[in-house]
């Protein structure tokens, strides 16, 4: 079964530092793999997504991450911290559910804070 | 805006009463899901439906029920409310799980 570990519920950055977000999954199958940011009161959107093809994913924001197989990893990154990336970040695999039934599994979410 | 609709954006009710929560998936969506979040159990998965069928239930509660209509849009009916039922019920549309999920922006329920 496919399942997702995120590294550090929270993460502190100063602005203008990298942010890196670490998301470790396990799957016995080839993964599809996601990130979602939840702003403060709202729902989850959409980051960017690792289908198949190209190993480094473009997001919006200037989020990136990069699908490592032989580490089982999908981190996010991003070069410079911006204090309107504050938010909770989550990390999902596609999960078989039973028969032909398909659902997200998500992290447990890392809170990032950026300080001034 | 998403394109997934949630309704009412807030709810604040008392123990024991039955409240409904409603979800309006993006166009085209045919399967709905339902998750709780709170602060101390995170994102849960409560329960999944495609095209008016149950496929797959979470950590939901027995006097927790949903249903999906024919016009797509679905339905989470929460009874008997505690005080531990005070969470964000966000509800997700998609037109398969291997594309992700659109989020609408959720229900705050609070039972007080």
């Known amino acids: 079964a496919q399942s997702v570990t995120q590294l550090g519920s929270h993460v502190s950055v100063s602005e203008g530092a990298l942010v890196l977000l670490r998301c470790n999954y396990s799957?016995?199958?080839?993964?599809?793999l996601f990130w979602y940011v939840q702003y403060p009161n709202q729902g989850l959107q959409l980051l960017l997504k690792y289908t198949t093809g190209a190993t480094l994913v473009k997001g919006i924001n200037g989020f990136e991450a990069e699908f490592k197989k032989s580490e089982t990893s999908f981190h996010l990154t991003k070069p410079s911290a911006h204090m309107s990336d504050a938010a909770e970040y989550f990390c999902?695999?596609?999960?078989?559910?039973?028969?032909?039934?398909?659902?997200?599994?998500f992290g447990k979410g890392t809170l990032l804070t950026v300080n001034p | 805006d998403s394109g997934v609709t949630q309704t009412p954006k807030h709810l604040i009710t008392a123990t024991g009463q039955r409240v409904t929560l409603r979800c309006s998936p993006r166009s085209g969506d045919l399967s709905v899901y339902w998750y709780q979040q709170s602060l101390d159990q995170g994102l849960q998965f409560l329960i999944h439906?495609?095209?008016?069928?149950?496929?797959a239930k979470g950590n939901i509660l027995e006097r927790f029920s949903a249903q999906q209509f024919p016009d797509l849009h679905s339905e989470l009916n929460l009874s008997s409310l505690e005080l531990g039922d005070s969470a964000l019920y966000f509800c997700?549309?998609?037109?398969?799980?291997?594309?992700?999920?659109?989020f609408g922006s959720g229900t705050r329920l609070t039972v007080v």
């Open positions: 997700a549309s998609s037109v398969g799980a291997v594309y992700g999920y659109t």
């Open positions: 999902a695999v596609v999960r078989n559910s039973g028969g032909s039934n398909y659902k997200l599994t």
């Open positions: 799957s016995s199958v080839p993964p599809y």
């Open positions: 439906y495609y095209n008016g069928e149950e496929r």
